[in-house]
Nanobody, 123 residues
Framework: QVQLVESGGGLVQAGGSLRLSCAAS?????MGWFRQAPGKEREFAAA????????DYVDSVKGRFTISRDNAKNTVYLQMRSLKPEDTAVYYC???????????????????WGQGTQVTVSS
């Protein structure tokens, strides 16, 4: 059974930074980060392939967020900088299904999800 455990969320002022971590069990595969704000649908934020050579971002976070991974630690990271109040959400990491290409933006492309970590950005 694959397990994903997120950590690193918290409360930060606008303009601040946070780094989220996702510790995964199982072999390294393509992963993604999603987020869900109150009253909104879960949305894609970033994705990375198994080696880290390919990454993709939703336009609203490009230039501010960086997804990376350390396969020796079986951990995927989301470095978030210049945070805005609209980044406030629960952030989830997810493992891509083997039948989908890295960078998929649809939630149905991911088969395992973490429990989520809350990020709150105050203005």
């Amino acid at each position: 059974q694959v397990q994903l455990v997120e950590s690193g969320g918290g409360l930060v002022q606008a303009g601040g930074s946070l780094r989220l971590s996702c510790a995964a069990s199982g072999p390294p595969v393509a992963m993604g980060w999603f987020r869900q704000a109150p009253g909104k649908e879960r949305e894609f934020a970033a994705a990375i392939n198994w080696s880290g050579s390919y990454t993709d971002y939703v336009d609203s976070v490009k230039g501010r967020f960086t997804i990376s991974r350390d396969n020796a630690k079986n951990t995927v990271y989301l470095q978030m900088r210049s945070l805005k109040p609209e980044d406030t959400a629960v952030y989830y990491c997810a493992r891509l299904r083997s039948t989908w290409r890295p960078g998929a933006r649809r939630a149905e492309a991911y088969e395992y999800w973490g429990q989520g970590t809350q990020v709150t950005v105050s203005s």
